[in-house]
């Protein structure tokens, strides 16, 4: 089984790479002081399941990144639109998280969504709909499915033991949808249009619920910019304007 690269660029004799499993756990570290942070206060008085959303979002968000593979010619990878298929992959698991109710709670799927919401949108200022283009010709490989398996094994305890088990039935699921050619790139790209639907819906709606829904996306959304971006610095290198600012809100809003 291949290592599943969250990362990866070759220039001259230097080499940066990066496993999903490394940024996954840079991410949660990021995060491990949030229930101590301003936007993590905010956000478990609107949900006490908050920290889960967060932690979740952060697991899922680069899973679609199984699918791309580096020829061995390529000196660098281009991961465009895999927050697409990390959707679909999240919105397998929310189905099958809700029909179980692992943690028990009244309003399991709602918890779910923000998630959901952060997971599909972390790269929405490079525009949704040319990344979703740019998905056109990729072909699924079945593989990836088990590569990706394999290097979630590396996160450690970020996953309880049900949540693991979920995991890994939606990823055989997956896998065995693509190689009854019942899953293609056509399918997520519809799947991915109807959770826009969905959260169109909530995003307009009046609802006290609905509200505090889209309160709790964006928290989510903005808390899984912040811990991808310095974690993606932190490895790559390279400071913007964009990075200082990420890290000032980091240091006011997420750290105590």
């Known amino acids: 089984m291949k290592r599943v690269l969250s990362y990866y660029k070759k220039e001259g004799d230097k ?5 999903l499993s490394q940024h996954i756990r840079c991410c949660i570290d990021l995060m491990s002081k949030l229930e101590l942070s301003r936007l993590g206060r905010v956000g478990i008085s609107l949900d006490e399941g908050f920290l889960n959303i967060v932690r979740l979002s952060i697991v899922f968000h680069d899973l679609g990144k199984a699918f791309y593979t580096r020829r061995e010619d390529e000196n660098t990878i ?21 029909r179980e109710g692992i943690y028990r709670l009244e309003k ?7 998630a959901l919401f952060a997971v599909a949108f972390h790269h929405h200022s490079m525009g949704v709909e040319k990344r979703l283009e740019s998905l ?7 593989t990836c499915l088990d590569d990706l398996r394999n290097e979630l094994s ?27 050619r019942l899953l293609g790139i056509g399918e997520i790209k519809q799947e991915f249009h109807n959770i826009e639907k969905d959260i169109f819906r909530y995003f307009t709606s009046g609802k006290y ?11 989510t959304l903005t808390a899984l910019i912040s811990a991808d971006y310095i974690s993606a610095t932190n490895i790559r290198g390279g400071k913007t304007r964009f990075s200082d600012i990420i890290d000032e809100f980091y240091k006011f809003y997420l750290n105590p």
């Open 136 to 142: 056109r010709k990729m072909k699924l490989s079945s």
């Open 154 to 180: 590396y996160i450690g305890n970020i996953l309880d033991i049900d949540e693991k088990r979920l995991l890994d039935r939606v990823l055989e699921d997956v896998k065995q949808s693509v190689e009854k």
């Open 209 to 219: 619920e609905d509200i505090i829904l889209k309160k709790l996306s964006y928290l």
């Open 15 to 19: 080499l940066v790479e990066e496993y």
């Open 78 to 98: 281009s991961f465009t639109g895999h927050e697409i298929l990390s959707a679909y992959i999240l919105n397998k698991f929310k189905i099958e998280f809700t």
């Open 108 to 114: 399991i799927s709602r918890m779910m969504k923000p």
